[in-house]
T-cell receptor
Framework: GAGVSQSPRYKVAKRGQDVALRCDPI?????LFWYQQALGQGPEFLTY????????KSGLPSDRFFAERPEGSVSTLKIQRTQQEDSAVYLC????????????FGEGSWLTVV | AQSVTQPDIHITVSEGASLELRCNYS??????LFWYVQSPGQGLQLLLK??????LVQGIKGFEAEFKRSQSSFNLRKPSVHWSDAAEYFC?????????????FGKGTKLSVKP
């Protein structure tokens, strides 16, 4: 596609519910990133994939957060047993390869945990 | 640890006036530097980036930024602001290392434009 596509755009989850957020990167982009943006804050790094390999997951806030990219294209960020503090916008981004290329962001998935 | 500081949380300028948004970073070597803009409910759009070479970089929508190593700064400027520039602006730093390309963002500066 023309840009990074994320779904759902908006998700309301009850506390304790599991959610899955999908990212479809720009075709051919090797690198894929997930960021979390809390209200009024800048995006914070969660995890990074190069093709299907998850090379960095240092930003994942707890073991309730899990990301995968099994075939090196579409990625899913899963949050188990959601908590209110998980409410945020989850941004996916992709680039041709590692740093040195422009990183393109999707419009985000807005998660509200009630 | 690497960090990015955007000292101004909110700036208001009149349409047609000049603009400068400040960004300072903390990093031991020369980083890669970016400015992104985010309109309400939208994702991040890249305005410009600095990797190496000329320290004055030109971006889209008439924006420019200057890398000043001695001041660890990468301030964003525009000579004449348009009402459509009202948005939130994020400075970001990238670096080679174990994270292989993740970006560290500042907290953002919200720009309001008065008619």
């Amino acid at each position: 596609g023309a840009g990074v596509s994320q779904s759902p755009r908006y998700k309301v989850a009850k506390r304790g519910q599991d959610v899955a957020l999908r990212c479809d990167p720009i075709s051919g982009h090797v690198s894929l990133f997930w960021y979390q943006q809390a209200l009024g804050q800048g995006p914070e790094f969660l995890t990074y994939f190069q093709n299907e390999a998850q090379l960095d997951k240092s930003g994942l806030p707890s073991d309730r957060f899990f990301a995968e990219r099994p075939e090196g294209s579409v990625s899913t960020l899963k949050i188990q047993r959601t908590q209110q503090e998980d409410s945020a916008v989850y941004l996916c981004a992709s680039s041709l390869e590692r740093l040195g290329n422009t990183i393109y962001f999707g419009e985000g998935s807005w998660l509200t945990v009630v | 640890a690497q960090s990015v500081t955007q000292p101004d949380i909110h700036i208001t300028v009149s349409e047609g006036a000049s603009l400068e948004l400040r960004c300072n970073y903390s990093y031991g070597a020369t980083p890669y530097l970016f400015w992104y803009v985010q309109s309400p409910g939208q994702g991040l759009q890249l305005l410009l980036k600095y990797f190496s070479g000329d320290t004055l970089v030109q971006g889209i929508k008439g924006f420019e930024a200057e890398f000043k190593r001695s001041q660890s700064s990468f301030n964003l400027r525009k000579p004449s602001v348009h009402w459509s520039d009202a948005a939130e602006y994020f400075c970001a730093v990238g670096f080679y290392g174990g994270s292989q390309g993740n970006l560290i963002f500042g907290k953002g500066t919200k720009l309001s434009v008065k008619p």
